[in-house]
């Protein structure tokens, strides 16, 4: 393979007379067009731990992102579409060996380590591939435009973040910092649906289309449930959110609910009891008994005598 170096080019976003100029002074060019005082003011100010947020989360230590996408990525293939026992046998050590690399660079709980978590992950790989097996299922039973099973594993965005999500909260189970929120919002980069990692979601789960749903961390969902575009289970808005870190501040679903495209479901005692339906666009902030219809009044087509007689003008026009 010809590289950069020995065809000559001059790096990205810099022109041929730059690189030639680097060349010539015997390495790149460095700190054109400042003085090196202004240069070393940036680094005084910018180095260091100070006292803002975002300072101190990087002095605290940040694992790489990119990791934990390649990990979750190799791990959702697995559990999705391998099969085989040869691929298994050869797969399964490298997911064990990556996910035990991550949790050495992140402050576990001190009742665990990153062998003990990485062996109960393992355990957990079959009840996982059961879980997203059986939303795949939910998909085809839930959507008439599905051709077959394979279509969904493949191409249904709620299965990708699905997926992502089984992964992230057995983790978050475990109180793993930082790595399953990475994996939740990779995947709500990837679909348009975020899933906290903290949800906890029961068998046989569907979501329609997906766009815009937001699933925050303290929701409990039953079996059977079935959500649509635009569904929000979030917290009621405060001003002090500090009060109420590890309290429940989203809703309850339980099982057999459907709630149909752009519902607002919020706060931490509303439940929705089983096999109750919620049409779309309401907005709920109190519990709703079992077997529930809850809609919003059907809109009404207002209009003045002036319009009419213009809507009735065009009419003719049209008509003529």
């Not at 060996?97 to 050495?104: D, I, K, N, P, T």
Request: hydrophobic share 40%; net charge negative.
């Amino acid at each position: 393979m010809t590289t950069r170096s020995e065809k000559n080019l001059p790096l990205p976003g810099r022109s041929a007379s730059e690189g030639s100029r680097a060349r010539l002074a015997g390495g790149p060019a460095r700190g054109e067009g400042c003085s090196p005082e202004l240069i070393e003011e940036a680094v005084r100010g910018l180095s260091g731990c100070s006292e803002n947020a975002l300072s101190q989360a990087v002095c605290r230590g940040i694992v790489d992102p990119q990791k934990v996408v390649d990990w979750v990525n190799r791990t959702e293939r697995l559990l999705r579409f391998q099969f085989d026992r040869a691929e298994l046998r050869s797969e399964i050590p490298v997911v064990a060996e990556q996910l035990h690399a991550l949790l050495g660079e992140v402050d576990l709980p001190t009742s665990s380590s990153p062998e003990s978590i990485t062996s109960e992950f393992v355990a957990s790989l079959v009840g996982l591939r059961e879980s997203i097996a059986a939303d795949v299922a939910a998909a085809f039973d839930g959507d008439p435009a599905a051709t077959g099973y394979e279509e969904i594993a493949v191409a249904y965005p709620a299965i990708r973040a699905l997926s992502v999500h089984r992964i992230a909260h057995e983790l978050y189970r475990h109180q793993v910092p930082l790595i399953p929120r990475i994996m939740s919002e990779y995947a709500h980069d990837r679909t348009g649906i975020d899933i906290h990692p903290g949800a906890c979601i029961g068998r046989h789960f569907f979501i329609d289309h997906g766009t815009g749903v937001v699933i925050g961390e303290t929701t409990v969902i039953g079996d059977n449930v079935r959500i649509y575009q635009g569904v929000t289970l979030g917290a009621r808005s405060i001003r002090k959110s500090a009060t109420l870190r590890g309290v429940k501040r989203h809703p309850t679903v339980e099982n057999d609910v459907t709630i149909y495209a752009g519902a607002k479901i919020l706060g931490g005692e509303t439940v929705i009891g089983a096999g109750s339906v919620v049409g779309g666009n309401v907005w709920l902030t109190e519990s709703v008994p079992p077997g529930s219809h809850v809609l919003i009044d059907p809109p009404r087509n207002v209009v003045s005598r002036d319009e009419r007689d213009e809507l009735l003008s065009l009419q003719h026009t049209w008509e003529d």
